[in-house]
Nanobody, 124 residues
Framework: VQLQAFGGGLVQAGGSLRLSCAAF????????VGWFRQAPGKEREFVVAISWSGGSTHYADSVKGRFTISRDNAKNTVYLQMNNMKAEDTAVYYC??????????????????WGRGTLVTVSS
């Protein structure tokens, strides 16, 4: 599976942005998709993940109530809607696929495939 994340950009605090993660290749396999982010000088951290069916999701506490993950398997695409954004959301966002784990898998090492990141900058 190859992943490509896009949709990043500059947004003001309180604003919204939607990221997309498109999957290519062996998309017939079922997989959990997660979003991670890495701010300058910080470690990569888990943001949110969604199961293959879309029926199960898991959010980091820092984004609960503000971010929403969804997926459209017909389009092999996962979306991350980010609302009420804060300066601390500034980071490079990565999407990743885990073949064998549920959305509660928050450790990056459990994910098998990664896309190139997309930069999100929130101005205060």
């Amino acid at each position: 599976v190859q992943l490509q994340a896009f949709g990043g950009g500059l947004v003001q605090a309180g604003g919204s942005l939607r990221l997309s993660c498109a999957a290519f290749g062996r998309t017939s396999r079922t997989y959990t998709v997660g979003w991670f982010r890495q701010a300058p000088g910080k470690e990569r951290e888990f943001v949110v993940a969604i199961s293959w069916s879309g029926g199960s999701t898991h959010y980091a506490d820092s984004v609960k109530g503000r971010f929403t993950i969804s997926r459209d398997n017909a389009k092999n695409t996962v979306y991350l809607q980010m609302n009420n954004m804060k300066a601390e959301d500034t980071a490079v966002y990565y999407c990743a696929a885990a073949l064998y784990y549920l959305p509660t898998a928050t450790m990056a090492r459990l994910y098998d495939y990664w896309g190139r990141g997309t930069l999100v900058t929130v101005s205060s």
